[in-house]
C-alpha cells in the first residue's frame, strides 16, 4: 500500500512537470469559483435600492446669534423637512454628543487645555463599553469599542474625538467615571440629564454615557435638535466644528488617538458641497440616527435623522434634507425662517421603542 501511494504521488508530479499548463489550470479553478461567487455577490449588493426613509425627521434653521443667549432654531416652513418629531426613541450613541460637550465643559471649570492629559483606559473600560441593558438584564452586546491598550491615556481633545469621530463606548466610560464625584457611569448620565433640563430638553434621559440599550433611555428627533442648536450657539461654529466634525479642519482625513490610526466613521464629511460642520451618528435595533449641523452664509441648519433601515439610507436622506433646506433658504421667498410661535406644540407620547443593541 505504502508503494502505491509513492507511485501515485510520483505520476502526479510527473504529468505536473511534463503538462505545466494543465496544473496551472487546476490551481486556478478555485480562484477563479471564488471570483465569481464575489462578483456576484457585489452585484447583488448593488442591485438592492437604496429608499431614504426614517421614522423621525426634524430640520431648524438658526440665524446668525443675535442678542439672546441662545438663538432659536426654528423648522422650516415646508412641513415635509419634518415628521413625527416627538416620538420617543433610543438615543444609541446620539448620547455622545451631550457627552462630549460635558467633558469640555468640565475640562474648562478646572481651567484645564485640550492637549491636558485626561484619562487612562483599563481593561475593566473595554469590557462595560460593550455592555447593554436587555429585558433587565444588563450583558455584553457587542457595542463599539477602541481597542486601546490598557494603561493608554488620552488628552481631553483625544477623549472627545474618539467620541465623536469614532464613536468609543470604552473612552465613553472611562470618562463618565473620571468625572462623577463617585466614580460611576450612572451617576454621570444621571448629571447629563440634568445638564440638558436647562436647556428645556423635558422627554430625553440617559442612563449611560455611551447610549447603550438601557430601561428608559430616551430622547425624540426635535429634542436633539434643540441639544446641537443649543451647543453649537454657546460654544460658536468654530469650537464646534473642533469637536464635532472637522477636527483641525481636516474631518475627511483620518486621526491617530493613542496609537490607533482610524477614519472619521461618518462619510458624509467627504463631501464637501455639504458644508458640513458636525455630526454625530448613532444605531441601534430601532433604526439608525444622525444628527448634522451644517452653514452657508451665516445661516445654520440641524436636521436630524431617526429610525433609518440601514446607514445608506441614512446617510442618503440627511443629504437630501440638508440641500433641499438650503435650496429652499436661497429663495426670496423664504429667506427667513418661521419664528419661533409656529414651532408646533409637543406631543406626548409614551411610544419607546426597545434597542437591544447599539453601534456607531
Not at 203 to 231: D, Y
Not at 317 to 327: K, S, T
Request: aromatic share 6%; glycine share 6%.
Amino acid at each position: 500500500m505504502k508503494y502505491k501511494i509513492m507511485i501515485a504521488s510520483l505520476a502526479l508530479g510527473l504529468s505536473s512537470l511534463f503538462n505545466p499548463t494543465a496544473a496551472l489550470a487546476a490551481k486556478k479553478k478555485p480562484a477563479k469559483a471564488k471570483i465569481a461567487h464575489v462578483q456576484k455577490k457585489s452585484v447583488k449588493r448593488l442591485a438592492t435600492p437604496i429608499i431614504p426613509t426614517a421614522k423621525s425627521t426634524y430640520v431648524c434653521v438658526r440665524a446668525p446669534q443675535s442678542e439672546t443667549k441662545i438663538a432659536a432654531c426654528d423648522p422650516l416652513t415646508d412641513p415635509t423637512f419634518s415628521s413625527d418629531i416627538d416620538r420617543k426613541a433610543p438615543p444609541a450613541s446620539l448620547t455622545k454628543i451631550e457627552t462630549a460637550y460635558f467633558i469640555y465643559k468640565h475640562m474648562k471649570v478646572l481651567g484645564k487645555e485640550l492637549d491636558d492629559p485626561f484619562v487612562t483606559i483599563t481593561a475593566q473600560d473595554n469590557y462595560e463599553g460593550r455592555l447593554g441593558e436587555r429585558e433587565g438584564e444588563v450583558k455584553p452586546m457587542g457595542g463599539h469599542v477602541i481597542p486601546f491598550k490598557p494603561g493608554t491615556t488620552l488628552s481631553y481633545r483625544e477623549s472627545i474625538y474618539a467620541l465623536t469621530a469614532w464613536s468609543a463606548n470604552n473612552v465613553a466610560v472611562a470618562a463618565a467615571k473620571k468625572i462623577a464625584p463617585d466614580g460611576k457611569e450612572s451617576t454621570f448620565a444621571r448629571m447629563m440629564t440634568a445638564d440638558i433640563r436647562r436647556m428645556g430638553l423635558t422627554e430625553t434621559t440617559f442612563k449611560n454615557a455611551s447610549g447603550m440599550p438601557a430601561t428608559g433611555q430616551v430622547t425624540t428627533a426635535r429634542e436633539i435638535a434643540i441639544l446641537v442648536n443649543h451647543i453649537v450657539t454657546e460654544l460658536g461654529t468654530e469650537t464646534f466644528g473642533m469637536l464635532y466634525g472637522q477636527h483641525n479642519k481636516q474631518g475627511s482625513k483620518p486621526l491617530t488617538i493613542g496609537g490607533i490610526t482610524k477614519d472619521n466613521i461618518i462619510p458624509l464629511f467627504r463631501d464637501p458641497d455639504l458644508h458640513l460642520v458636525g455630526a454625530k451618528t448613532g444605531t441601534q435595533n430601532e433604526g439608525l440616527n444622525i444628527a448634522t449641523y451644517t452653514e452657508r452664509n451665516g445661516v445654520g441648519a440641524v436636521t436630524v435623522v431617526m429610525g433609518s433601515p440601514n446607514k445608506y439610507a441614512r446617510n442618503q436622506y440627511a443629504i437630501n434634507l440638508i440641500r433641499r433646506a438650503f435650496d429652499m433658504l436661497a429663495t426670496p421667498a423664504h429667506a427667513s425662517p418661521l419664528p419661533s410661535a409656529a414651532m408646533p406644540p409637543k406631543v406626548p407620547t409614551d411610544k419607546v421603542a426597545a434597542a437591544p443593541s447599539t453601534s456607531p
